[in-house]
C-alpha cells in the first residue's frame, strides 16, 4: 500500500465510499452515516479551506517578489486572462452545440411539457403583461388548442395562475442574490478585487480575489524595493509558504479515508434508500448524461489537446497522471479553492511548472476559471427551455454565451456560485428563474464533475504559460 500512487488511493477510496453509502442506505445506517462519518469529510474541507488562503497569499507574493524583471507579470497576467476567457468561450460553446443536438428536455412527455409551457406563458403574463419572446401562445392562438385541452382542463389552468406568481422558498434567497448581483454594474467584479481590509479579507474564503489583489501588489512593490533591505522578509515569506506545502503533504496522506467519508455522507444526504437516489438522476437523465458528456469532452478531449498543441514531451496519459491527485480531490471536495493547495502541489512537483508560474496563474484560475460551471450552466439553460416548450434563437444563445461568460467572473464570491449565476443567464433571455428548482436534484452530483473541469482547466492554462515563460521543466 506504501508504494501506491497517491490517485490510485483515492479512487479506491472514492469506489469504497459509493459502495459503502449504498449498503448504508439499503439497511437504514443513513443516520449513522451522516453524524459520524460524513463530519471527518468536512473536516478534511475545512482543513484545506484554512491551508488555502495563507498558500495562495505567501505563494503568489514569494512568486512576484522573486521576478527580476517586473514587466514579466503584466505579459503573464495578460497570457493568463486571455487563456482562461478562450477556455470558458469554448466551453460554453461545447455545451451550446450538445444540449441543441441532443435535445435533452424533448425527453419529457408532450403533455408533460405543454403544462410546463402554459405555466412559463402564465409566468410571463403576470411578470412583464406580455406575451413569450419566441412569439407562441398556447393560451390565446386557436392552433394550439387541440394540444391545450388534451393536456389541461379549464380548472388547472385557473390553478395554475393562481400558483405561477409564488416562488418556492428554497430559491427566494438565490433571487434576491442575484437580482443584487445582477444590478450592481459591469465593473462591479473590479471593485470588488480590492480589499478595504486585508486581514478580513484572508479570514474570508469568499474573497479569494481581494487576497490575490493585495498578494501581487506586495509582492510587487517587495520586487522594485532594494534587495539587500527585503531580503530578510523574502526569507520569511519563502520559508512561510515551504511550511504550508508541507502541511499540504501531511493532510494528503490521510486523503484517501477523507475521500471515502466524503462520498458516503454526499449519498446519504440525497435520498434514503438506493432506489431514491436512482429515482433523482433517471427522472433529470437526459439532462444529466448531456452535462457529463460536456464535461468528457473538456476533460478527456479538449484539455489534453490543448497541452500536446502548446507544449512538447506531455503525452496524453502523463497529462493525466501528473494531475490525477489534483482531480480526483477535486471531485470529492466541489470546490477549487479547497483544491488548490493540492493543484499548486501537483503542477509544480509532478509537472515540473516553476513556483513562480503556478503560485501566480492556479489562485487566479481557481478564482475566476470556471469552465465546468459555465458548460453547464449553458446545458440547464437550453434544457429548461426546451422542457417548457421555449424555442430559443441563435441571438439568444450568444446572450448565453455573453452571460455565462461574464457571470464565470464574479461567480467564486458568490454563495452557490453555479445556481446564482444561472439565475441571471435565465433571466437574460426572459426565462423563469425559479426554474433552477428543477435541477436542484442532481446538482451535488454535477457540482463535482464540473469542478474536476474546473481544476483541469486551470493545470492546463498554468502548464501552458509555464511552456511559454521558459518556466517548464518537464518530469521524466
Given amino acids: 500500500m506504501k508504494s501506491m500512487p497517491l490517485h490510485v488511493k483515492i479512487i479506491i ?10 449498503i448504508s442506505s439499503s439497511l437504514g445506517w443513513n443516520e449513522f452515516t451522516v453524524n459520524w462519518i460524513d463530519p471527518f469529510g468536512k473536516i478534511f474541507i475545512r482543513i484545506l479551506k484554512f491551508i488555502a488562503v495563507p498558500l495562495v497569499l505567501f505563494s503568489i507574493i514569494s512568486g512576484v517578489a522573486s521576478l527580476k524583471d517586473v514587466s ?28 441543441n443536438v441532443i435535445k435533452p428536455g424533448n425527453f419529457i412527455e408532450e403533455e408533460q411539457r405543454i403544462k410546463n409551457r402554459v405555466k412559463y406563458e402564465l409566468w410571463v403574463e403576470s411578470a412583464t403583461g406580455g406575451i413569450p419572446k419566441d412569439g407562441r401562445s ?29 416562488k418556492p422558498k428554497s430559491i427566494e434567497a438565490k433571487l434576491n442574490s442575484a437580482n443584487k448581483t445582477k444590478n450592481e454594474g459591469p465593473l462591479k467584479f473590479i471593485v470588488d478585487m480590492v480589499p478595504q481590509n486585508v486581514i478580513l479579507s484572508v479570514s474570508n474564503n469568499k474573497l479569494m480575489l481581494q487576497v490575490i489583489f493585495f498578494a501581487i501588489f506586495f509582492g510587487l512593490t517587495i520586487a522594485i524595493c532594494p534587495k539587500e533591505r ?41 435520498a434514503d434508500t438506493p432506489a431514491e437516489v436512482l429515482e433523482i438522476f433517471k427522472s433529470l437523465s437526459s ?36 494531475i490525477a491527485p489534483a482531480q480526483f480531490l477535486a471531485f470529492s471536495t466541489s470546490s477549487s479553492a479547497a483544491t488548490l493547495p493540492v493543484t499548486i502541489e501537483c503542477l509544480e512537483d509532478n509537472m515540473g511548472v516553476s513556483k513562480k508560474v503556478a503560485s501566480f496563474v492556479l489562485p487566479i484560475g481557481a478564482t475566476v476559471n470556471m469552465d465546468g460551471t459555465s458548460l453547464y450552466q ?26 455565462a461568460t461574464l457571470s ?43 469542478t474536476v473541469v474546473n481544476v483541469t482547466g486551470d493545470a492546463t492554462v498554468s502548464t501552458v504559460i509555464a511552456q511559454s515563460e521558459g518556466e517548464l521543466d518537464l518530469k521524466n
Fill in 230 to 270: 527585503v531580503a530578510p522578509l523574502v526569507a520569511i515569506i519563502d520559508a512561510t509558504n515551504d511550511v504550508f506545502l508541507k502541511m499540504v503533504d501531511l493532510v494528503m496522506k490521510a486523503a484517501p479515508f477523507f475521500v471515502f467519508c466524503l462520498l458516503a455522507g454526499v449519498i446519504a444526504r440525497m
Fill in 13 to 22: 477510496g472514492l469506489v469504497l465510499g459509493v459502495i459503502y453509502s449504498f
Fill in 378 to 403: 449553458a446545458v440547464a439553460v437550453v434544457f429548461l427551455a426546451q422542457l417548457h416548450m421555449v424555442d430559443l434563437t441563435m441571438a439568444q444563445q450568444m446572450i448565453i454565451v455573453m452571460t
Fill in 138 to 166: 398556447f393560451l390565446t392562438d386557436p392552433k394550439y388548442r387541440a394540444q391545450l385541452e388534451s393536456a389541461l382542463t379549464v380548472e388547472e389552468i385557473e390553478e395554475y395562475k393562481k400558483q405561477v406568481s409564488k
Fill in 72 to 99: 514579466t507579470l503584466g505579459r503573464m497576467g495578460a497570457k493568463t486572462l486571455g487563456f482562461y476567457l478562450a477556455t470558458t468561450v469554448f466551453a460554453i460553446g461545447v455545451g451550446l452545440f450538445l444540449v
Fill in 287 to 322: 439532462y444529466s448524461i448531456t452535462v457529463v458528456i460536456g464535461l468528457g469532452v473538456m476533460i478527456f478531449g479538449i484539455y489534453p489537446l490543448i497541452v500536446k498543441l502548446f507544449v512538447k514531451g506531455v503525452g496524453y496519459s502523463k497529462f493525466f497522471k501528473n
Fill in 408 to 450: 464565470s467572473i464574479g461567480a467564486a464570491a458568490v454563495p452557490s456560485a453555479g445556481l446564482v449565476m444561472m439565475i441571471i443567464v435565465l433571466q437574460s433571455v426572459g426565462l423563469n428563474p425559479a426554474w433552477i428548482a428543477i435541477v436542484f436534484p442532481v446538482d451535488r452530483i454535477l457540482d463535482m464533475c464540473r
